[in-house]
């Protein structure tokens, strides 16, 4: 009896101005240990020495090639992959990141296989020069659990691992069954992708192994100033509730809205505490600004009701968004502003970062 061949892996990896990253992201990807892998390197219109180091990969491996293309950003970048990949599972990785050791892909793989999944999801590290930190745990695990709140509330929110396209092992025929394409966002674009996965039922399956690492790279559009914060953070919203609609997809997925608007006004509010002189008059503003959105009112009006939220098992939080939304629902804006920033003074939210991310022991 012929051994059967081993499924195909199209690792796809957007390209844009990582000179000084892409030799370690390539490095990992390379040095994996699994045989069946197809790279496909998309320059994004790379300004830098970028597009000619992909070339050399392509010239110097048969299982490598490399698209040229105009800037058009990381979601439509991962879309120009997914179209040209011929492997049964995709894999995306970020050209400033890295792999997690030789095994990940395989890992990831006879998971997949094992449990016929249609997404499987492992853990990662963040790092950065000084070192790596501990695993980031995603907390999960399959079954009819997949079903509910508290699913989407840990994976999407609380710990964050299926809102990234990077770390996950997606099965090409689930994305092409659906027309499932990444979202052309110039941030959160991942999870946009992903709660639209979500939506159509995939079986998931978990593997507590860290297989990716996440570079700190604060030179990357995570840490910058975000002008259009806002207007993008409510579009990614309406346009899911109306992907529904266009879709025909029933069940309530509220709580995915709801929530992401919620944690909306947090991240709009540090973001003017960090980088702005005036900070919490900044902060007051704008979210006064985001509270006369009527999307933005009618989901922190369902948090304030407690809407969703007993199905959340962490009683922390069910009381935390509550108290917020409430304040956030009686218009109670500086009181709202001025809560974060104590929170942000006392450390709170870097310990909540800290206990996820904690540091490797030396």
């Known amino acids: 009896m012929a051994e059967e061949k081993e499924a195909l892996v199209s690792i796809i990896v957007p390209v844009y101005k990582t000179e000084k990253y892409l030799e370690d992201c390539m490095r990992s990807i390379l040095l994996q240990d699994y045989p069946a892998l197809e790279i496909l390197l998309i ?28 800037n058009m950003g990381l979601g439509l970048s991962r879309n120009t992959g997914m179209s040209a990949a011929h492997g049964k599972y995709l894999f995306f990785v970020d050209s400033d990141d890295c792999l997690d050791g030789a095994g990940a892909i395989r890992r990831l793989v006879e998971k997949a296989e094992d449990e016929q999944a249609d997404i499987t999801v492992g853990c990662y590290r963040r790092f950065n020069d000084a070192g790596c930190c501990q695993v980031n745990s995603h907390h999960l695990h399959g079954g009819e659990y997949t079903e509910t709140v508290d699913f989407r509330f840990k994976g999407f929110y609380m710990y964050g691992h299926l809102a990234h396209n990077w770390g996950q092992l997606y099965k090409k025929a689930f994305l092409d069954a659906h027309d499932l394409k990444c979202c052309a966002y110039p941030f959160t674009q991942d999870k946009a992708h992903n709660i639209e996965c979500y939506v159509y039922h995939p079986r998931y399956a978990f593997i507590e192994d860290s297989i990716y690492l996440y570079r700190v790279n604060e030179e990357s559009v995570t840490f910058r ?99 917020a939304a409430m304040i956030f629902h009686v218009r109670g804006y500086g009181l709202f502003v001025t809560g974060i920033a104590l929170l942000r003074k006392l450390g709170v939210d870097g310990s909540i970062t800290e206990s996820r991310n904690k540091k490797e022991k030396q």
């Not at 219109?45 to 050399?56: F, K, T, Y």
């Open 225 to 323: 100033y975000k002008e259009n914060l806002m207007p993008v953070w409510i579009a990614i919203a309406a346009d899911f509730k109306e992907f529904l609609r266009q879709r025909n997809i029933a069940g309530d997925y509220g709580d995915l809205t709801a929530l992401h608007i919620f944690f909306g006004s947090f991240f709009l509010v540090k973001q003017e505490l960090q980088f702005r002189e005036h900070g919490i008059r900044e902060g007051i503003r704008t979210i006064r600004k985001y509270g006369k959105e009527p999307l933005v009112r009618e989901a922190m009006a369902s948090l304030a009701g407690g809407k969703y939220l007993k199905e959340i098992s962490v009683f922390s939080w069910r009381v935390v968004i509550r108290a």
């Open 43 to 70: 320059d994004d219109g790379s300004p830098d020495g970028c597009p000619a180091l992909c070339d050399n990969y392509a010239a110097a491996y048969d299982n490598v090639s490399t698209i040229h293309q105009k």
